[in-house]
């Protein structure tokens, strides 16, 4: 069996409100492994998007332990999980979060800057990525000059650049139309298969169905962890 | 990585290109209030240094006449109290190098078809030393002309401009008061006193061709005043006290008796001319400072505005790794970047509006690059002072909570 990228043990996530804590993640537990593509699935307020963020190093959780890449989350520092979120992991959101006054190819090389890569390499790699997502001839256009679909594959592109081992979307296609959904699902398994672990959130069943492995939450819990291809970790957890 | 950002920074002002002037416009205000009154502030000093410069130095006046306990001066140089004597007399005191009495008189000139209205001095040849006044053209009169009285003259720019219209004057024959009187030379340009009175415009003559032949004084010998030159600063203070108890011996003043005549110490008076100017133009540069400080502040108000609204954008940049250094810079370079620029714009503005004040009122102006250098020091100090909370705010955003911004 790989070693774990992500381990997540007894996490809880309050958020205080008005009335006081409001529990919405409780005890999650779950172990991923480099190379795998899991699908988190579950009804709307069931803390999906709250664990995407935790597991992004964008948010903390209240309690309970975060192990990426072998780095105890909560005991690092915020240059360090600058580091990481720039280096380690791609964030594909739902509503894309393109900077909407840079063109595209400012925006997908923008990691870059933060990494310190110089002009031309960031320029080359934007650009090829760029072509990769089907995108080469509209570098110089606006965000808000080409569709949604191509807006996603953008932040796609983006969240490629700087090579990451691990990919993280939030209902990627959550806004798109089923072909382009298609398109974009077919991207994160030629990622997948290159070797890049892939989690993402989705509401629909089909589009889970692409990913090896599918996680349910409901309130707050996982119920639900199975394997749709054999997998020997699979076959550890649930003997047949 | 810093090219990257600085092209951001300029993107981002081009955004919103009318707030980006507006804020700049308290900058350049700021600016270019600074330099114009510095250029001004100053330009007054320098002129008041070049008529100290030019008054000689060292310097007394001993005027006829009495002080009130006041200060202010009764019946000055009027009650016909000096003598020449008392000058001599004065000249052989320790501490004093050199004396000459000043009568004085305003007359008519007259050079062929020209005339001009001027003052006339008439002194001994150590006036033009006690003065530090040097001729340009032609030689000064001697002890002989003022033993014989010759009409003899020397004559300032001033008059030269407007008797002589291109011709050398030095050897023509004017009229004084209908008088004849031999052009010997030609006084350098002095200026402008420090009251403000043309000093060019002034014709010197023996002291006693102007007393029998242009004032026709009542006391022979009287004179209106005596300028005295100490040998040094150090000097002073004796020549000074030495003058005072001399004369009132020599005028028979009994010691209750009021002083009938006043010393004047010029040097002193200049040196607070130039203090009131300094203070003057010091005055002036804060109260425009001021003016810099409110565009600081404007410059801090936009950049709070635009943090909040580009939070979002913060929030992206956090999730794709921009660490809080790097959201600090970002700021802090937009805000530095306007105040740069609102203070090269202020900067030609000022400079600007300083040759177009010397061009219209003809005040002297001085244009240093020291003003310049401290008002673009200042410019960068303001925008990181005032750009730093605004950009700090940005940087201590939390990621998760800037991405839902909406
Ligand atoms: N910032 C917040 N403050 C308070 N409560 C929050 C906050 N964000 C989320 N919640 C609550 O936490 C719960 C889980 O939210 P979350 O966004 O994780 O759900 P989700 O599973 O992603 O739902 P969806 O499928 O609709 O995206 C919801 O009940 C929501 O109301
Ligand atoms: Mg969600």
Redesign the pocket.
């Known amino acids: 069996m790989q070693k774990p990228i992500i381990e997540v043990s007894h996490l809880y996530k309050d958020?205080?409100?008005a009335l006081g804590p409001?529990p919405?993640l409780k005890d999650v537990s779950l172990s991923i492994s480099a190379g795998e593509y899991v699908a988190i699935m579950?009804?709307?307020?069931?803390?999906?998007?709250?664990?995407?963020?935790i597991l992004g190093c964008l948010d903390k959780p209240s309690s309970g332990e975060y192990t990426l890449d072998g780095h105890a989350v909560s005991e690092l520092d915020s240059p360090r999980l600058a580091h990481i979120r720039n280096r380690t992991i791609g964030f594909v959101f739902?509503g894309f979060n393109l900077l909407t006054r840079s063109d595209l190819l400012d925006n997908v090389s923008l990691p870059l800057v933060y990494a310190g890569t110089g002009k031309r390499e960031r320029h080359q790699r934007a650009q090829a990525l760029l072509e990769k997502v089907g995108l080469g001839m509209y570098t110089a256009s606006l965000p808000n000059q080409i569709s949604g679909g191509q807006q996603q594959r953008v932040a796609i592109a983006r969240a490629l650049v700087n090579q990451p081992r691990l990919i993280l979307a939030?209902?990627p296609t959550g806004n798109l139309d089923s072909k382009t959904s298609e398109d974009i699902m077919r991207l994160f398994a030629e990622l997948n298969d290159e070797g890049i672990t892939i989690i993402i959130?989705t509401?629909e069943a089909d589009i889970a169905s692409h990913a090896k492995r599918q996680v349910r939450?409901l309130d707050?819990r996982i119920v639900h962890d199975s394997y749709t291809t054999p997998s020997p970790a699979a076959a550890e957890m649930e003997p047949a | 990585m810093f090219g990257a950002m600085l092209g951001e920074a300029w993107h981002a002002m081009g955004a919103n290109r009318l707030r980006t002037f507006l804020t700049m416009l308290g900058m350049v205000i700021g600016v270019s209030a600074v330099v114009l009154m510095m250029a001004i502030g100053q330009g007054a000093q320098e002129s008041v240094k070049q008529s100290i410069n030019a008054m000689g130095s060292n310097l007394f006046i001993v005027l006829s006449g009495s002080r009130t306990t006041s200060g202010a001066r009764l019946g000055g140089g009027n009650a016909a109290s000096l003598t020449v004597q008392d000058g001599e007399a004065i000249a052989r005191l320790e501490g004093v190098k050199a004396v000459a009495p000043v009568s004085m008189g305003n007359a008519q000139v007259i050079f062929g078809s020209s005339n001009w209205a001027t003052s006339i001095i008439g002194t001994t040849p150590d006036y033009l030393d006690v003065r530090g006044w040097n001729l340009t053209e032609g030689y000064s009169f001697s002890d002989s002309d003022i033993r014989s009285a010759t009409r003899v003259a020397l004559v300032g720019k001033t008059v030269v401009e407007n008797l002589f219209a291109d011709s050398d004057p030095v050897g023509k024959t004017i009229r004084i008061k209908q008088a004849p009187f031999v052009v010997l030379g030609v006084l350098e340009s002095k200026g402008q006193s420090l009251d403000g009175r043309d000093q060019d415009d002034t014709i010197i003559v023996p002291l006693t061709t102007a007393q029998r032949k242009l004032f026709g004084a009542q006391f022979p010998d009287s004179v209106r005043m005596l300028m005295v030159q100490a040998e040094s600063p150090q000097t002073m203070t004796m020549a000074e006290n030495g003058m005072n108890s001399l004369l009132r011996q020599r005028h028979k003043l009994r010691e209750d008796d009021e002083d009938d005549f006043f010393v004047r110490n010029l040097t002193a008076a200049a040196k607070s001319a130039a203090e009131t100017t300094r203070t003057m133009s010091l005055l002036l540069g804060a109260i425009a400072s001021v003016s810099l400080l409110v565009g600081g502040i404007g410059i801090m108000n936009i950049m709070l505005v635009s943090v909040t609204e580009r939070t979002r954008e913060i929030g992206i940049r956090m999730a794709i790794g921009a660490r809080e250094r790097d959201i600090m810079q970002q700021f802090l370079l937009e805000a530095i970047m306007i105040s740069v620029a609102g203070c090269l714009i202020g900067l030609f503005l000022g400079i600007g509006g300083a040759l177009l004040v010397n061009l219209l009122t003809g005040a002297s102006i001085v244009i240093s690059s020291n003003a310049a250098i401290t008002a673009f020091a200042v410019a960068a100090t303001v925008g990181v002072f005032f750009g730093f909370y605004p950009a700090r705010k940005a940087a201590r955003m939390n990621p998760?909570?800037a991405l839902?911004y909406q």
């Open positions: 958020y205080q409100t409001f919405v579950g009804p709307s307020g069931s803390g999906k998007s709250t664990f995407m963020n739902q939030d209902e959130v509401h939450f707050g | 998760i909570e839902r």
